[in-house]
């Protein structure tokens, strides 16, 4: 029998207690070789650009000759205002690589000792990476596959203990209104997109604009689908008869939905509504990725956090009392 792929040698290439040994001028730099991996760690100022900059010896400080303004390694990153040693997010990112069904912040608060609400931000942080790796992201094409499927989360109405006083849930009138439908489109051997919407037809502008021409696209039979047909060839399967027919099969799509509820349910065990977005955004960079060791994925995604701007919605999240912005 075939070794698994996560189960092999290949796919750990790295360690938390690698991370946890290091100083914090070696993790330091790290972050700088990856940060600056053009000038081999040498700094580049984020305001300007220009590459001559001159290093403090008292403190970990750059200054631009050009501009003269002073930044640090994480100046101008998705770190940037700082408060925890660079070494601790270096062990943040390696758990959160590490999590195949994602990292809870109570347990990465209790891994790296650090406060609830500290460990949340970290974690949305995170979660913003792999937002930016998939912005804008087309599938398909001439020749290619696409599935598309949907899914449920939140709105759970919990019922009565009497059965006397148990109401129907599946009626509109008796649901609480928080119920989101996400949606799931996933390109065969290829990348994958998702986004919560309100509802499967109110996703439709939104699969056509993400969907190459002249793509094959296999669906089940919601009727949200059927506008589809007018600009794709569909392949579409009843699954209240067959799971795969005649060509038609929407298996890979409904994995990465099974991967995301095991998420909410076995990890996370709640995704407020405004937050959803970024879970499964999360949970489909981890299935793309999923091939990868966990050594390349730590490098990966303190790449995009090093190349993104400080974050607009956790950057004083707790201080403005106000929530963040759906993703």
Same mark, same amino acid.
């Given at each position: 029998?075939?070794?698994?792929?996560?189960?092999?040698?290949?796919?750990?290439?790295?360690?938390?207690?690698?991370?946890?040994?290091?100083?914090?001028?070696?993790? %330091?730099?790290i972050f700088r070789q990856i940060r600056w991996p053009d000038t081999h760690g040498q700094p580049v100022c984020p305001h300007c650009t220009c590459a001559t900059c001159y290093e403090f010896k008292?403190?970990?400080?750059? $200054?631009?000759?050009?501009?003269?303004?002073?930044?640090?390694?994480?100046?101008g990153t998705l770190f940037a205002y700082h408060k925890l040693p660079i070494r601790d997010y270096l062990v943040a990112v390696a758990l959160y690589v590490n999590g195949v069904k994602g990292k809870?912040?109570?347990?990465?608060?209790?891994?790296?000792?650090?406060?609830?609400?500290?460990?949340?931000?970290?974690?949305?942080?995170?979660?913003?990476?792999?937002?930016?790796?998939?912005?804008?992201?087309?599938?398909?094409? &001439?020749? =290619?596959?696409?599935?598309?499927?949907? /899914? !449920?989360? /939140?709105?759970?109405?919990?019922?009565?203990?009497?059965?006397?006083?148990? %109401?129907?849930? $599946?009626?509109?009138?008796?649901?609480?209104?928080?119920?989101?439908?996400?949606?799931? *489109?996933?390109?065969?051997?290829? $990348?994958? +997109?998702?986004?919560?919407?309100?509802?499967?037809?109110?996703?439709?502008?939104? *699969?056509?604009?993400? %969907?190459?021409? /002249?793509?094959?696209?296999?669906?089940?039979?919601?009727?949200?689908?059927?506008?589809?047909?007018?600009?794709? &060839?569909? =392949?579409? %399967?009843?699954?209240?008869?067959? !799971?795969?027919?005649?060509?038609?099969?929407?298996?890979?799509?409904?994995?990465?939905?099974?991967?995301?509820?095991?998420?909410?349910?076995?990890?996370?065990?709640? +995704?407020?509504?405004?937050?959803? /977005?970024?879970?499964?955004?999360?949970?489909?960079?981890r299935e793309d990725h999923r091939r990868e060791s966990n050594g390349a994925q730590f490098r990966r995604i303190l790449s995009l956090a090093a190349a993104l701007s400080p974050s607009v919605d956790?950057?004083? !999240?707790?201080?403005?009392?106000?929530?963040?912005?759906?993703?």
């Amino acid at each position: 029998m075939a070794q698994h792929f996560l189960t092999s040698p290949a796919a750990r290439t790295l360690s938390v207690t690698q991370v946890a040994r290091l100083s914090e001028e070696e993790a %330091i730099q790290i972050f700088r070789q990856i940060r600056w991996p053009d000038t081999h760690g040498q700094p580049v100022c984020p305001h300007c650009t220009c590459a001559t900059c001159y290093e403090f010896k008292s403190r970990p400080i750059f $200054r631009c000759k050009a501009c003269r303004k002073q930044f640090s390694v994480t100046s101008g990153t998705l770190f940037a205002y700082h408060k925890l040693p660079i070494r601790d997010y270096l062990v943040a990112v390696a758990l959160y690589v590490n999590g195949v069904k994602g990292k809870a912040a109570l347990e990465l608060s209790r891994q790296l000792g650090i406060a609830y609400k500290t460990a949340f931000v970290l974690a949305h942080k995170l979660r913003e990476a792999p937002q930016a790796e998939r912005r804008g992201r087309t599938l398909g094409g &001439d020749g =290619k596959t696409v599935e598309i499927d949907s /899914g !449920y989360s /939140g709105g759970h109405n919990r019922p009565a203990n009497h059965k006397k006083d148990r %109401i129907d849930r $599946r009626l509109a009138e008796n649901q609480t209104g928080k119920r989101q439908c996400f949606i799931v *489109i996933r390109e065969r051997d290829g $990348r994958s +997109i998702t986004k919560p919407f309100p509802s499967e037809e109110a996703s439709l502008d939104f *699969i056509r604009s993400r %969907i190459e021409p /002249g793509t094959v696209v296999h669906a089940d039979e919601a009727p949200a689908w059927n506008a589809l047909h007018a600009r794709f &060839d569909m =392949k579409r %399967i009843n699954h209240s008869e067959v !799971y795969s027919w005649d060509g038609a099969c929407t298996n890979q799509a409904e994995s990465m939905i099974a991967r995301i509820r095991r998420a909410e349910w076995g990890i996370h065990h709640h +995704i407020s509504g405004q937050y959803l /977005g970024r879970y499964i955004d999360e949970m489909a960079w981890r299935e793309d990725h999923r091939r990868e060791s966990n050594g390349a994925q730590f490098r990966r995604i303190l790449s995009l956090a090093a190349a993104l701007s400080p974050s607009v919605d956790f950057c004083g !999240y707790w201080q403005r009392h106000r929530p963040a912005a759906a993703a």
